[in-house]
């Protein structure tokens, strides 16, 4: 069974850093791309960003709201993910998601549960 | 970045009507979206990949159909338990976007 759990999440002042972790299980976590995506308390989905593979040379792609600030890594001997997010905004804050997206496969997609930051002073 | 703009925001309906949602992109992306529902304190769930193709597991009332800009999310009759949150997202390029979401909720 996948599992896909965060932490890392809390209270944080506007400008300052947080790093959330996501643990991956029952999958090969090093075959798969991985996203992160967060929910604004009572607003809708933002796609936050991605990291590729080995095979993809571990790029990332980012939303504009966060390019320049945050970071997505991974980790796969540890089967982890991380999000480093730097510059913290107001408007960050959320539940942040950590994936395993399906894009067009027919195999369907993981989420974890989230794990709340909130920016405020 | 591409643009996805559901309609409508919000619906009201009753158990066993037709309903459509709408997503139009700014710009083609082909096939590349997917359809997902949220209900209340959980996660997102998807229901159609490739703009109308069925995730497997998910009900055959719903159904997605379209290509390039505009998308529909079809539900035949409505169930009880399909008074949530939806919400579609392109996966054409990056960055990926959502729409903005549509409430379906109980007439």
Redesign the interface.
Known sequence: EVQLVESGGGLVQPGGSLRLSCAASGFTFSDYFM?WVRQAPGK????V??VRNKGHSYTT????SVKGRFTISRDDLKNSLSLQMNSLKTEDTAVY?CTR??????S??N????TLVTVSS | DIQMTQSPSAMSASVGDRVTITCRASQDISNYLAWFQQKPGKVPNRLIYKASSLQRGVPSRFSGSGSGTEFTLTISSLQPEDFATYYCLQHNSYPYTFGQGTKLEIK
């Not at chain 1, 989420?111 to 989230?114: K, N």
Request: proline fraction near 4%; charged fraction near 25%; glycine fraction near 20%.
């Open positions: 996203d809708g989905l933002e796609w960003g991605r792609e980012y939303a504009a998601y997206p399906a894009d067009s496969s027919a369907g997609d989420w974890g549960q989230g």
